[in-house]
């Protein structure tokens, strides 16, 4: 008989991984060696992707080269664009990237992932969401400019014009900062999907299935939702106390692994302070409150801020709307997704787990004919 | 923590009473208790379904309420079958179906995963696989019939006639044989992807994804494969003896959890006899072949043979071409990865493992970009 079932997998080890540790004890993210806090603010998503990838930090002509290969693969395949008309302009963004980044990774037969897959769908990501957007304003659809860098261009193309240098500085920071995050369960549904032997793209898929879920990737549409039920500073403790009775969360709030303050929740609030001072008024003042009552309920448990409470924040401030907050999560996190399978691929195992049978014990069927 | 366990093997990641499988005592049980040597011959593809959804066998009335539920879900969305024909025709029919799955649903709001959209999904299955069937060929598609059973949909809508009962036999059984199986990789990822709180859709699309892999529903297509590669009775001997001399693995041989012969594989190659018998007297003999030589060179493996093989032969008889039988797979499967979805749902909790450390120590510096 196998071990006891352990209830989400906690603690149990899935993967060795030289991409990213979430070292929960001290309130560190690590990339590659480099401690986030170190890397935020100072290099660029294309950067991030390369260490991933490539396993070092570019040099310049690295850089230019990967910037070049991204701007190659920009544009959508004639089947993608075709398959983004047909989708409902309702339609959720999610299932929108799910089901067209389905149709632009189509290859001809079945291949190993490899690096130009990933820059291929990494670079696809953000012109589907922004293809999509316009579509669903009745607005044309904006190309890519090859001059641009991957924050800037996603801007670009929703808005039809460049972003102020200090909001596409924002997103690229949020991008650099949401790249990779350990084994969350996007990730490793990716991993999962990779052991398979599938193609990069179905790991890719399957990946933001996964972040779909409020549990993942939905928590910033859902702190944003709180935020709109509180109002006011004003009346943050009345409504939480109220939430509290009636046995709600509290949304961007705890998380399984930080035992600390998640270092990148504390970047982006200082960010949002700076971008978005309305919302950072009553977000802060809500944290304040959430964490004042969560440690009077519970003394004992680190109950931090999560990145998804202050991410909402700095997406507003760039100007996304709420329902692009999941997508957007999703073009940083390709990078990291596509990293893990590549890394899974080079030396894989099938993950096949147990299951634990609770069912009665066998027993004859009764035929169609005399059933009740 | 605990060790790295490569591949999850052993650990318990789930509690289920969908189905065991029971490798010590070669026995799969489906839920409620029944074993599949029993249940197959009593029960069509349908009421597998109800069983596994509902933890009973449908009563005649539950069984024709079904059936019309599933009649009236297999025509596709206009929006859906849209998509279907942006992809070129000769596109791979797996990644047709996770395009095609993706779009049928896609919705506006999130919604919680249900029976009726379980029930829906699966009867779209047959329609997308015959679907991307008729578009390789560049036949116009099919619509399904109402008094129509699903496989017998499923090969009506592929041919455009009226199949033989035999063969709406065969595939029909093959369809309850390959409901549902444990944990696997594929049932596995829509769980993960469940865990989040994301939508069926989502769950399927994962699933699909992971399915693609040769390591999981490659088999059934790898093994017909070597079959045609061996191509006649005298080659048998020589083919399996040069294979194995380049260490190359015989496809439909060896599973990580039976210790004994497959129940399933035990069905399906006595039906073989009736379904294909040219191809299964090549089979068998293959079979034989396989065993010894694997038995010489491990005696102390169980080296059984799985449903892969056997299935390869039933679907031939079918009329299935091998390019259809991941798909085929898949449009078994989808009952269990449903089910599984369904039963996650009563105690859902966020399925994030951990991951072991294997990069340099934390804390190094980025250089700037100029100085690397």
Redesign the interface.
């Known amino acids: 008989m196998p071990q006891e079932y352990i209830p989400g997998l906690e603690g149990i080890v899935a993967a060795q991984t030289e991409i990213s540790l979430v070292d929960g004890e001290n309130g560190r993210l690590v990339y590659r060696g480099y401690v986030i806090a170190d890397l935020a603010e100072e290099i660029s998503f294309e950067e991030v992707a390369h260490l991933f990838w490539y396993g070092s930090l570019p040099s310049r002509a690295q850089l230019d080269g990967l910037a070049a290969q991204l701007s190659s693969v920009r544009t959508l395949t004639p089947a993608a664009m075709t398959a983004l008309d047909a989708l409902p302009t309702d339609s959720d963004p999610m299932d929108v990237l799910r089901s067209v980044l389905s149709v632009q990774g189509v290859l001809p037969h079945l291949q190993k992932p490899t690096i130009e897959h990933a820059i291929h769908a990494t670079a696809a990501m953000p012109t589907i969401l922004a293809a999509f957007h316009r579509r669903r304003k009745g607005l044309d659809f904006v190309k890519p400019r090859p001059d641009l860098g991957h924050a800037a261009n996603y801007l670009y193309m929703l808005n039809g014009e460049e972003a102020a240098p200090e909001l596409v500085r924002a997103l690229n920071t949020y991008l650099v900062l949401l790249a990779d995050h350990g084994m969350n369960a996007s990730t490793f549904t990716a991993r999962v999907i990779a052991s398979t032997d599938s193609d990069l793209v179905s790991c890719l898929v399957g990946a933001i299935g996964a972040l779909k879920g409020p549990a993942h990737g939905g928590a910033p549409s859902a702190v944003m939702d709180q935020l709109e039920q509180i109002g006011t500073a004003e009346n943050a403790e009345h409504w939480m106390r109220e939430a509290r009775m009636r046995k709600e969360r509290f949304m961007g709030f705890g998380h399984r692994v930080y035992r600390t303050y998640d270092p990148r929740a504390r970047i982006l609030k200082a960010m949002c302070q700076r971008l978005n001072p309305k919302f950072y008024a009553l977000a802060s003042k809500v944290e304040e409150t959430a964490l004042a009552i969560l440690h009077e309920e519970h003394p004992e448990r680190p109950q931090a801020t999560n990145v998804e409470f202050y991410s909402a924040g700095v997406l507003q401030a760039i100007g996304l709307p709420k329902d692009f907050f999941p997508p957007t999560f999703a073009v940083a996190r390709v990078a990291g997704w596509s990293a893990h399978v590549l890394e899974q691929a080079s030396h894989n195992r099938l993950i096949r787990p147990q299951s634990e049978y609770i069912g009665p014990q066998p027993r004859k069927p009764v035929p169609l004919a005399e059933r009740g | 923590?605990?060790?790295?366990?490569?591949?999850?093997?052993?650990?318990?990641?789930?509690?289920?009473?969908?189905?065991?499988v029971?490798g010590a005592n070669g026995?799969l049980?489906y839920?409620?208790?029944?074993?599949i040597e029993?249940?197959a011959p009593?029960?069509s593809f349908e009421?597998a379904c109800y069983l596994l959804w509902n933890g009973e066998?449908?009563?005649?009335a539950q069984?024709d309420a079904l059936r019309q539920e599933m009649a009236a879900a297999r025509t596709l969305k206009g929006?859906t079958r849209?998509?279907i024909?942006?992809?070129?025709y000769?596109?791979?029919p797996m990644?047709v179906l996770?395009?095609a799955i993706?779009?049928q649903?896609?919705?506006?709001?999130?919604q919680k995963p249900t029976v009726a959209e379980a029930i829906a999904l699966t009867a779209a299955m047959p329609t997308i696989v015959a679907a991307a069937h008729r578009r390789r060929h560049k036949r116009d598609l099919v619509e399904p019939r109402a008094e129509l059973s699903h496989a017998a949909n499923l090969l009506w809508m592929m041919d455009g006639q009226e199949p033989a009962k035999e063969r709406v036999y065969w595939l029909d059984q093959y369809l309850v044989l390959l409901a549902d199986h444990?944990?696997?990789?594929?049932t596995?990822?829509a769980r993960?992807?469940?865990?989040?709180?994301?939508?069926l859709?989502?769950?399927v699309?994962?699933a699909?994804?992971?399915?693609?892999?040769?390591?999981?529903?490659?088999a059934t297509y790898a093994a017909r494969t070597m079959l045609d590669s061996i191509g006649s009775m005298d080659n048998v001997e020589k083919w399996l003896a040069e294979a194995h001399a380049k260490h190359a693995r015989f496809p439909g041989f060896g599973h990580?959890v039976y210790r004994t012969y497959d129940p399933r594989a035990k069905i399906l190659r006595e039906m073989a006899k009736t379904a294909d018998p040219k191809l299964h007297q090549l089979a068998a003999h293959t079979e034989e072949v396989a065993l010894k030589i694997l038995h010489d060179a491990h005696p102390e493996r169980p080296n059984a043979t799985n449903v892969d093989f056997w299935a390869s032969v039933v679907l031939t008889g079918a009329g299935i071409p091998k390019e259809l039988f991941t798909c085929i797979f898949a449009t078994s499967r989808i009952a269990g990865w449903t089910a599984h979805v369904l039963e996650s749902l009563a105690?859902?909790?966020?399925?994030?493992?951990?991951?072991?450390?294997?990069?340099?120590?934390?804390?190094?510096?980025?250089?700037p970009?100029?100085k690397?």
């Open positions: 923590m605990t060790e790295y366990s490569p591949g999850l093997e052993g650990v318990v990641a789930a509690q289920t009473a969908i189905s065991e029971d026995r049980i839920r409620g208790g029944y074993l029993d249940l009593a029960v009421e066998l449908p009563s005649k069984l929006t849209n998509v024909t942006s992809l070129d000769d596109t791979d990644d996770r395009t993706s779009a649903g896609a919705a506006k709001t999130l444990g944990l696997n990789a594929s596995f990822t993960v992807v469940a865990s989040t709180g994301s939508d859709t989502s769950c699309v994962g699909i994804a992971a399915l693609k892999g040769p390591a999981h529903g490659g990580r105690d859902l909790r966020i399925i994030r493992p951990a991951s072991q450390w294997m990069g340099p120590e934390p804390g190094k510096k980025p250089a970009l100029e690397r």
